[in-house]
């Protein structure tokens, strides 16, 4: 496929995407602002107010640079996962791009983009809801602005993985549910590794959520539990592997095709 | 060389389930035909073009669409196909303008050239009035009719009809046959499935018979016609004479 026929597959795939997201506001941006207003209500004002200083910052804006991320990166992962799947399962419209000579990379690249594109403006909105509660430093603006395309990235990545692969509707609620979950909660969002237990940091350390929270939290507030070049490595050598992986399943056709 | 539209050679398919679906089929469709592939249900139409369209893996053989093959160079043969499923499947919500211009884009057509050519599909298909209602409105015929603009969009040298006219009434039926011969006179090659054989028997130059994934019978109209039992066809059309060839060839 000639370059410009490629960028217009792209384009197309992404272009739909984002206005199905705005077409669709309430389901798409609102559930993630509400719930946000609630952390910060609750952990960040009521506990939070109660709780000491965090490396000399308040609890409130410990916490607000994790739940940017936890924004991004539950609306980058369901995005993806949940257009594809339906794509694929419900209306069966995902043909009219397997039948076309769309590549699996420009597949990968428009639906990812589309993710990024809801988990990114998702998250600048928590953002903007969090000045409401208390007003976050922005330390190292584009260590931020580059921890918030790798994190929505990874998951829109990851979530791919996920439309492209699940057979049934389970398949898609299961795993933001029992794996995406519990790595936000235990990956640093509401607390510092180095309060843990030695066992508990062992297992922080294999937690990809680990090191986005980390990263992002080093943009806003300059300090971090993990080095910021470990940070970056762990989280590009994990999209070179989710790249691989979704490319692998759009080129064999498994999951997709019988 | 002129290449066919399509090349099977020794096309074989057996589902994870275990099911043979195809059992070494050969195929050869030439450039600016109307074939007719038709067989009962279950006979392995659909794997046929799944296969040929990239939306089902084959098991063995080999797939050209003119010369391209659709395992080593899947994209390239890609773009000269276009593919009028047996299922309605575009989504309900959207509207058959951005369904037609967003299929333009997935083969690479800009916007500025989409535009124009599905407001003359829409036109030409009678579907221009609903062009902004989504498609979960439009009525029966009217979905199949979407899916031959959705098809023709990018303006392919081979479309493939998987039972188009399904569910159809008799009026829009014939309709679409003289659109469909409107764009074989135009050099479309088409490959039409149908449970209609009046349809086949009316529009197509050559066709195949399939049954439990075997072609029992190919050729021109006029030779799989002689195959029936009052001999070779005397010119005249009689309707009714392919549904005796078809039952013969596909009863066991």
Same mark, same amino acid.
């Given at each position: 496929?000639p370059?410009?026929?490629?960028w217009?597959?792209?384009?197309?795939?992404?272009r739909k995407?984002?206005?199905?997201?705005?077409r669709i506001?309430?389901?798409?941006f609102?559930p993630s602002?509400?719930t946000s207003?609630l952390?910060?209500?609750?952990?960040?004002?009521?506990i939070?107010?109660r709780?000491?200083?965090?490396?000399?910052v308040s609890?409130i804006?410990?916490?607000?640079?994790?739940?940017?991320?936890?924004?991004?990166?539950?609306?980058a992962?369901?995005?993806t996962?949940?257009?594809?799947?339906?794509?694929?399962?419900?209306s069966?419209n995902?043909?009219?791009?397997?039948?076309s000579?769309t590549?699996?990379?420009?597949?990968?690249?428009g639906?990812?983009?589309g993710g990024?594109v809801r988990?990114?403006l998702?998250g600048l909105?928590v953002l903007?809801?969090?000045?409401?509660?208390?007003?976050?430093?922005l330390?190292h603006p584009?260590?931020?602005? *580059?921890f918030?395309?790798l994190?929505s990235?990874i998951?829109a990545?990851?979530?791919?993985?996920?439309?492209i692969?699940?057979?049934?509707f389970?398949?898609?609620?299961?795993?933001?549910t029992f794996?995406?979950t519990p *790595?936000?909660y235990?990956?640093?969002?509401?607390?510092?590794?180095a309060?843990l237990?030695?066992v508990?940091k062992?297992f922080?350390l294999v937690?990809?959520?680990f090191y986005?929270?980390?990263g992002?939290r080093?943009?806003?507030?300059?300090?971090?539990d993990v080095?910021?070049s470990l940070s970056?490595?762990?989280?590009?050598a994990?999209t070179a592997v989710?790249v691989a992986?979704n490319?692998?399943?759009?080129?064999?056709?498994l999951?997709?095709?019988? | 060389?002129?290449e066919?539209a399509l090349?099977?050679?020794n096309?074989?398919?057996t589902?994870a389930?275990?099911t043979?679906?195809?059992q070494?089929v050969?195929?050869?469709?030439?450039?600016? @035909?109307?074939?007719?592939?038709?067989?009962?249900?279950?006979?392995?139409?659909?794997?046929?073009?799944g296969i040929t369209?990239?939306?089902v893996?084959?098991t063995?053989?080999?797939?050209k669409?003119?010369?391209?093959?659709?395992?080593t160079?899947p994209?390239k043969?890609?773009t000269?196909i276009?593919?009028v499923?047996?299922e309605?499947n575009?989504?309900?919500?959207?509207k058959?303008?951005?369904?037609?211009?967003?299929q333009?884009?997935?083969?690479?057509?800009?916007?500025?050239?989409?535009?124009?050519?599905?407001?003359?599909?829409?036109? @030409?298909?009678?579907l221009?009035?609903?062009?902004?209602q989504?498609?979960m409105t439009?009525?029966?015929?009217?979905?199949?009719?979407?899916?031959i603009a959705?098809?023709?969009v990018h303006?392919?040298?081979?479309?493939?009809?998987?039972?188009?006219?399904?569910?159809?009434?008799?009026e829009?039926?014939r309709?679409?046959w003289?659109?469909l011969?409107g764009?074989?006179?135009?050099?479309v090659?088409?490959?039409l499935?149908t449970?209609?054989l009046?349809?086949?028997?009316?529009?197509c130059?050559?066709?195949?018979?399939i049954?439990k994934?075997?072609?029992?019978?190919?050729?021109t109209m006029t030779?799989?016609?002689a195959m029936?039992d @009052?001999?070779?066809r005397d010119?005249a059309?009689r309707?009714?004479k392919?549904?005796?060839?078809?039952i013969k060839?596909?009863?066991?």
């Amino acid at each position: 496929m000639p370059l410009k026929s490629t960028w217009i597959s792209f384009y197309t795939i992404l272009r739909k995407d984002v206005m199905r997201i705005f077409r669709i506001w309430p389901q798409t941006f609102l559930p993630s602002i509400v719930t946000s207003v609630l952390y910060f209500l609750v952990f960040g004002t009521i506990i939070g107010s109660r709780l000491g200083d965090f490396n000399g910052v308040s609890y409130i804006h410990f916490i607000i640079p994790g739940l940017v991320l936890l924004a991004v990166v539950t609306n980058a992962f369901t995005n993806t996962a949940s257009t594809f799947f339906q794509a694929k399962f419900f209306s069966r419209n995902i043909d009219e791009i397997l039948v076309s000579p769309t590549p699996p990379w420009v597949i990968i690249g428009g639906f990812v983009a589309g993710g990024m594109v809801r988990g990114i403006l998702v998250g600048l909105l928590v953002l903007t809801v969090s000045v409401f509660f208390a007003l976050p430093p922005l330390m190292h603006p584009f260590v931020i602005l *580059l921890f918030l395309i790798l994190s929505s990235m990874i998951f829109a990545l990851a979530g791919l993985v996920n439309g492209i692969y699940a057979k049934s509707f389970d398949g898609i609620t299961i795993i933001p549910t029992f794996v995406l979950t519990p *790595l936000i909660y235990l990956g640093g969002v509401f607390y510092s590794v180095a309060s843990l237990p030695d066992v508990f940091k062992a297992f922080t350390l294999v937690n990809p959520i680990f090191y986005l929270v980390n990263g992002f939290r080093y943009g806003f507030l300059g300090f971090s539990d993990v080095s910021l070049s470990l940070s970056i490595a762990v989280l590009l050598a994990l999209t070179a592997v989710l790249v691989a992986i979704n490319w692998y399943l759009l080129r064999t056709g498994l999951g997709l095709k019988q | 060389m002129n290449e066919p539209a399509l090349s099977i050679t020794n096309l074989t398919k057996t589902y994870a389930s275990g099911t043979v679906a195809l059992q070494g089929v050969s195929l050869t469709i030439p450039t600016g @035909d109307f074939f007719a592939l038709l067989g009962p249900n279950g006979a392995g139409k659909t794997t046929i073009i799944g296969i040929t369209t990239g939306l089902v893996n084959k098991t063995t053989g080999e797939v050209k669409i003119f010369g391209d093959d659709i395992t080593t160079s899947p994209e390239k043969a890609k773009t000269h196909i276009g593919l009028v499923g047996q299922e309605v499947n575009f989504n309900p919500f959207e509207k058959p303008f951005d369904i037609i211009v967003n299929q333009a884009g997935y083969y690479g057509i800009p916007r500025s050239i989409a535009i124009p050519r599905a407001e003359k599909l829409l036109k @030409d298909l009678g579907l221009y009035e609903k062009r902004d209602q989504r498609a979960m409105t439009l009525s029966g015929g009217m979905k199949r009719r979407l899916m031959i603009a959705r098809a023709l969009v990018h303006e392919p040298k081979f479309l493939i009809l998987d039972e188009p006219t399904a569910g159809v009434d008799v009026e829009l039926r014939r309709s679409m046959w003289e659109y469909l011969k409107g764009l074989t006179a135009k050099g479309v090659t088409i490959l039409l499935t149908t449970h209609y054989l009046e349809e086949a028997e009316q529009l197509c130059k050559h066709v195949a018979i399939i049954n439990k994934g075997s072609i029992v019978a190919s050729g021109t109209m006029t030779e799989i016609l002689a195959m029936h039992d @009052d001999g070779p066809r005397d010119g005249a059309y009689r309707a009714g004479k392919l549904e005796e060839v078809f039952i013969k060839l596909t009863q066991n």
